[in-house]
């Protein structure tokens, strides 16, 4: 099994900057999707960024020019960077993993079947 142990949230001004990062115990393949969720009290969890085992990043378009989805491979460590936050990036982001690539080309649609999540981090945004 996979385990993801996510860090980095907190709480910061609007325009302000964060990284968050998870890192695995292993990959679930060699091909693999690493991707980054958010989810708003009432609402459903929703997509914010993938990684791919060859590079390959996908971005909601909510978050496109001021996040950045990036991957230490010999940690096996995925990090988001967010920068220019706004009020309605506060969430709780949670971090997924997928054995198949392809999960991390859907970020703008709803939580997909990911099998493995951390167990997330609160990110605050005040204005």
């Known amino acids: 099994q996979v385990q993801l142990v996510e860090s980095g949230g907190g709480s910061v001004q609007s325009g302000g900057s964060l990284r968050l990062s998870c890192a695995a115990s292993?990959?679930?393949?060699?091909?693999?999707?690493m991707a980054w969720f958010r989810q708003i009290p009432g609402k459903e969890r929703e997509g914010v960024a993938g990684?791919?085992?060859?590079?390959?990043?996908t971005y909601a378009d909510s978050v496109k020019g001021r996040f950045t989805i990036s991957q230490d491979k010999a940690e096996k460590t995925v990090y988001l960077q967010m920068n220019n936050l706004k009020s309605e990036d506060t969430a709780v982001y949670y971090c997924a993993a997928s054995g198949l690539w392809y999960l991390c080309r859907g970020m703008n649609g709803n939580r997909p079947s990911f099998p493995y999540w951390g167990q997330g981090t609160q990110v605050t945004v005040s204005s």
């Open positions: 990684i791919e085992f060859d590079g390959t990043t």
């Open positions: 292993r990959y679930p393949s060699s091909s693999y999707c």
